[in-house]
């Protein structure tokens, strides 16, 4: 079944970094290394990509929520499930600060699952479990339709365990179930309630996690347990949050994980001090690094 990989660009700075992402996939994708890229482009501005089995495609979003944290995301996985249409097998996110390893074939739901997420790396706004849900995930929870949830996550990198709250730096959905397009509605209907908005969303980091607070009820409401995949942790590693992760749970060589997600820390072999990195990878990145300068 058709695979598609969706990366979106904000700023010309996050170029290097897709084009990094784009080489990762070709050259360490396994199965999913041929994968169609839809690249979109938030700013007509932002200079293009070139490469094989590459769209480029304008963000299309509500001007409304242009200034809103993480609302390009959302539109840009709405967008894709248009484009792509219900018979492409996996829908697959991908953060632009993000690095294939090995071939993350835990991607390719199949026919065995309608959904691969991890969950996320730290508390933020998660509620522990057990605990009555905040004024915020009550909100959340009523506008889409549900009461709660028995469904519970460890995060992993603080071990804490949490109602329902899932990571969105890499993950995989079928079209099919439409639920990107859901996803825009509900995230749009709360980012714009002034209500919520002046009150349980008020502050900076409420309005950050918004986007995957709403993705979680979503996957609570619409997904079957047993439909549900939840990766492991060589899956969207944080080796942004490397030095918080406890010594159990830290990668020590990067060629052991699978898809890593660095955001602002540096991917030279030479300055990346607290993971080991092996070759060919070491070779590789250097390429890489030297290309994209």
């Keep these: 079944m058709d695979v598609v990989v969706i990366i979106l660009l904000e700023s010309p700075e996050q170029i290097k970094s897709a084009r990094i992402l784009i080489d990762s996939l070709r050259s360490f994708g396994g199965g999913l290394s041929t994968s169609q890229v839809y690249l979109f482009k938030s700013d007509p501005h ?20 242009k200034d809103f944290p993480l609302a390009g995301k959302v539109a840009a996985c709405a967008q894709a499930e248009k484009i792509a249409g219900r018979d492409c097998g996996s829908l697959i996110w991908m953060n632009p600060e993000t690095l294939v390893i090995k071939p993350p074939s835990l991607l390719e739901l199949g026919n065995e699952s309608d959904l691969a997420i991890r969950p996320v790396h730290i508390r933020n706004v998660g509620i522990p479990a057990g605990a009555p849900l905040d004024d915020y995930w009550a909100g959340i929870y009523k506008s889409i339709g549900l009461e709660g949830t028995a469904s519970t996550v460890e995060s992993f990198v603080d071990g804490q365990q949490l109602w ?44 950050i996690f918004l986007h995957q607070a709403v993705l979680s009820v979503l996957i609570e409401k619409l997904i079957p347990a047993a439909r549900l995949r939840l990766l492991p942790p060589d899956y969207s590693y944080p080796y942004n949050l490397q030095d918080r992760i406890p010594a159990g749970r830290r990668a020590e060589v990067l060629n052991d994980l699978t898809v890593m997600v660095y955001e602002q820390r540096p991917i030279d072999p030479v300055k990346m001090t607290d993971i080991a990195v092996e070759e060919p990878l070491r070779s590789w990145l250097g390429k890489e690094l030297e290309i994209n300068c």
């Excluded at 293009?48 to 001007?63: H, R, S, V, W, Y």
């Design 164 to 207: 329902a709250y899932y990571n969105t730096h890499v993950f995989s959905a079928d079209p099919a179930l439409e639920l990107f397009g859901l996803w825009q509605e509900h995230f749009a209907r709360l980012a714009l309630d002034r209500g919520f908005q002046a009150g349980p969303c008020h502050d900076v980091i409420h309005k």
């Design 46 to 65: 932002i200079p293009d990509i070139q490469g094989t089995n590459l769209k480029i495609f304008p963000l299309e979003m509500d001007a409304r929520l």
